[in-house]
């Protein structure tokens, strides 16, 4: 019985994939206009499957970076839980949309798909957003973003973590301890226990790496899977110190990492010896 369902199941996708073919090509070929009339006479089919994959038209628009093909494509889905749909469907991957625009660095798409995000949220009021998403590695789109090193993408989806709206009339003193804590989220993922600063480290984006540190400066201290700080990682790394790479950087991060591990050190034997 399940052979069979399976068998069915490899027929529909097979038929699927077939109707696809075309604007598959064309989407691998950046032959957009014949896509484009494609989907404006079957707009359903935005939401579908269109590669082995699993990804829809979408996810190959948001990495192929074509901002105007994205939003003709998205103004074609009407109903708002198409929409919602659309922005949350992951592909083999678990990547959203926002995912695949996270590893492309693409602002000004992520900057229309965030501002397309709010005609769901008018409709569901417990819709969860793509940025809390997490894809088959644990990642959020940030943490993607930094994994990529797209530091000005890292900014701008930092600074679209909100808090919840019943957490908005938090008395102030609070409202930045609340603040980190929904950062907190992004700040691992669940594969290996890397840090969003140690992948930045491991992917050598020292630039990204470094804006994080500045902006959250307990990530020096985070350890991932073996125990090894941001620190640690970079010191395993020579070929990170040669001439090819910004020495300045690396030496702000470097001296960055030492001076918040030894912050943290000397509080920490400060409220030992004080109990």
């Not at 090193?149 to 957490?167: D, E, I, M, R």
């Amino acid at each position: 019985m399940e052979e069979m369902e399976e068998m069915e199941e490899d027929v529909f996708i097979g038929k699927a994939l077939r109707q696809s073919e075309k604007p598959y090509k064309w989407a691998m070929y950046g032959e957009w206009e014949p896509l484009k009339e494609f989907y404006k006479k079957k707009p359903d089919e935005v939401v579908r499957q269109l590669s082995t994959n699993n990804d829809t038209v979408l996810h190959v628009v948001a990495v192929a970076g074509h901002n105007e093909v994205l939003q003709f494509l998205i103004d074609l889905i009407k109903e708002p839980n198409k929409l919602l749909c659309a922005f949350t469907t992951g592909n083999s991957y678990g990547n959203t949309i926002l995912h695949e625009m996270a590893a492309s660095g693409n602002l000004e798409a992520t900057v229309i798909l965030m501002s397309e995000e709010n005609k769901v949220k008018e409709k569901y009021r417990s819709y969860k957003s793509m940025l809390e998403i997490q894809n088959s590695l644990g990642e959020t789109p940030l943490y993607r973003a930094a994994a990529f090193g797209h530091t000005n993408l890292v900014k701008y989806l930092a600074s679209q973590v909100k808090l919840q709206p019943q957490q908005q009339d938090i008395e102030q003193q609070d409202i930045e301890k609340l603040q980190e804590e929904a950062m907190e989220y992004h700040f691992n993922r669940n594969h290996d226990n890397l840090s969003i600063l140690q992948i930045a480290v491991i992917s050598q984006h020292f630039e990204t790496a470094l804006w994080l540190l500045k902006e959250y400066p307990n990530l020096a201290n985070r350890k991932e899977s073996n125990g090894l700080t941001s620190l640690q990682l970079l010191a395993q790394m020579p070929y990170a110190f040669e001439a090819k790479f910004c020495k300045n950087i690396w030496k702000m991060l470097i001296y960055k990492c030492t001076i918040y591990a030894t912050a943290t050190t000397r509080i920490r034997y400060k409220l030992t010896n004080s109990i």
